[in-house]
């Protein structure tokens, strides 16, 4: 799986210019970069880039790892300590958008039915909110915190739960069947990998919020 940062804890960590620098560094090279060639690229001493650059493995945007003995020529002192770039970057939105989640399920839905696209989307938005609402329950969030950290800002409201913010907001706007269809599987999928059967998922377009709510159902929460 690959690893995503936290967009504020890494937007942070790149307000220093060092930082900024090292990290733009080691995501160019492509490859593992050690601490000397990062120091030599950045033109700074050799500590100071080695304390920068474990900060950098702490905010997510580094992983480190020290290099396999058959990765360096013989008799070339001791093991170094190399670093990666993670993911694909960094992206802070406010209110937050998921504008990724929605291409991975439109190209996994053409991948895996080209013909029948629409029906495959539908098929794959619900399938990931059900591995996302499953891995939420294990790692024992309740309903409102999963939905707060996929962006959606739920407020109770009577029997339903309100969604404040849309993550595929510009799109639901210029696609809104196709989005806010999408949206609505995938919410259904996360309720059942959570296994709350007391919601469901059901469209309610309202200006300024997401175009779907969770209703009550009279069920329990498993």
């Not at 033109?43 to 290099?67: C, I, N, P, W």
């Not at 849309?166 to 609505?184: K, R």
Request: glycine content about 12%; some cysteine.
């Amino acid at each position: 799986m690959v690893h995503t940062p936290d967009p504020w804890t890494a937007a942070a960590a790149l307000l220093d210019s060092s930082r900024r620098a090292l990290y733009d560094a080691v995501r160019r090279a492509g490859r593992p970069v050690a601490r000397d060639e990062a120091a030599a690229t950045t033109g700074m001493s050799r500590g100071l880039a080695a304390f920068h650059l474990d900060k950098l493995v702490d905010a997510g945007l580094l992983t480190a790892r020290y290099e396999a003995p058959g990765d360096r020529p013989r008799g070339r002192g001791r093991t170094p300590k190399v670093y990666e770039a993670t993911g694909d970057g960094v992206t802070v939105t406010v209110p937050e958008r998921r504008y990724q989640l929605i291409a991975e399920i439109l190209a996994a839905a053409v991948d895996d039915d080209p013909a029948h696209a629409d029906a495959a989307a539908s098929r794959h938005a619900h399938q990931r909110g059900h591995d996302l609402g499953a891995a939420c329950a294990a790692g024992g969030a309740a309903l409102p915190e999963a939905l707060t950290g996929l962006g959606y800002e739920p407020e109770a409201a009577g029997g339903e739960v309100l969604l404040r913010n849309c993550p595929f907001h510009a799109l639901a706007g210029a696609h809104t069947a196709l989005i806010c269809g999408l949206n609505q599987a995938f919410l259904a999928g996360l309720l059942t990998g959570m296994r709350v059967t007391d919601r469901q998922a059901v469209l309610a377009p309202d200006p300024g919020r997401c175009c779907v709510a969770l209703t009550g159902t009279g069920g329990g929460t498993g």
